[in-house]
């Protein structure tokens, strides 16, 4: 999309800014992993709390951090650079109405705040796995394995797709002759499994604290006209962060099993970007 005839101007400090540490994150990202092997969003991207690679430090790193490489589409360069075009095309003229230091400020809490929705989203997603986990590990028998191999278990990465072709070798070579030891095994490589299912949920990008500049736009400026790449119609900015808010919301509860993108983080950051607003507004700073 387009502002059309648009007065506005060029890179201001912070968006000059945080465009360029996240073009840096995306390099260093390829780097690493081309060079090394190395997956930086293991250890910088967004985890559960109740992962074991979960740091707080996430809250925040997570957001400088985009989709970089797939072994079916090769290097990928769209996810950061809708966020950085967004982030360039609305956040400037915020950054010029609020100045830079409360610019940041509401970045950051859009983006932390998108975190902790999604947080709180993915653990509905990953409590039934959670409690089919506890009910093996409290009933464990070669029937109840069988039922949550056919039926709950799901490899995510391929070094879980390790374990289990590990365990299951192991297991099938114990259960006839020394039973209980195949079952004491199942309960290890369970511990072992859910460690690995919590860990693989890993959140990257600035989608949420982006769109919580979208909804600021759209609250600053509601009639500032938008011109649509895709249809190619104008829309006011009002009804463009509206539509795209009910969008994200169709789409989070939907739920779709091939979508990888985190709705719900998107919602979390115009949720936290409309209270700040609001906030700032009871206290007396008007836009």
Do not use: C
Not at 135 to 143: F, G, Q, R, T, V
Not at 212 to 227: K, V
Not at 254 to 274: E, K, Q
């Amino acid at each position: 999309m387009n502002f059309g005839a648009s007065p506005f101007g060029g890179l201001t400090t912070a968006v000059k800014n945080l465009i360029l540490i996240n073009v840096i994150f995306y390099v260093a990202s390829l780097v690493f992993y081309g060079t090394f092997g190395f997956a930086i969003e293991d250890y910088l991207g967004l985890h559960l709390p109740t992962a074991e690679a979960f740091n707080p430090f996430q809250l925040v790193t997570y957001m400088f951090l985009h989709a970089y490489f797939s072994p079916a589409e090769g290097i990928i360069f769209f996810h950061l650079f809708f966020n950085m075009f967004a982030l360039f095309m609305f956040g400037r003229m915020l950054e010029m109405v609020w100045g830079t230091k409360r610019f940041l400020i509401y970045y950051f809490v859009t983006g932390i705040g998108a975190a902790v929705v999604h947080i709180l989203a993915q653990y509905i997603e990953v409590m039934p796995m959670m409690d089919a986990i506890t009910h093996y590990l409290n009933n464990a028998s070669p029937e109840n394995l069988k039922a949550f191999l056919n039926e709950d278990i799901q490899i995510r990465s391929y070094e879980m797709k390790q374990q289990f072709n590990e365990f299951v070798q192991s297991y099938n070579q114990l259960i006839d002759n020394n039973p209980d030891k195949a079952i004491a095994l199942s309960k290890e490589y369970m511990v072992q499994y859910r460690n690995g299912y919590l860990n693989s949920f890993i959140t990257v990008g600035a989608s949420g604290a982006v769109f919580g500049i979208l909804l600021a736009f759209g609250m600053l400026f509601p009639n500032t006209q938008l011109m649509l790449l895709f249809p190619p119609i104008p829309i006011k900015a009002k009804y463009f962060v509206i539509i795209y808010g009910l969008i994200e919301l169709f789409m989070g509860i939907r739920n779709f099993s091939m979508d990888n993108v985190a709705h719900w983080a998107h919602l979390g950051g115009m949720l936290f970007g409309f209270i700040l607003i609001k906030y700032w507004k009871n206290r007396g700073i008007y836009y």
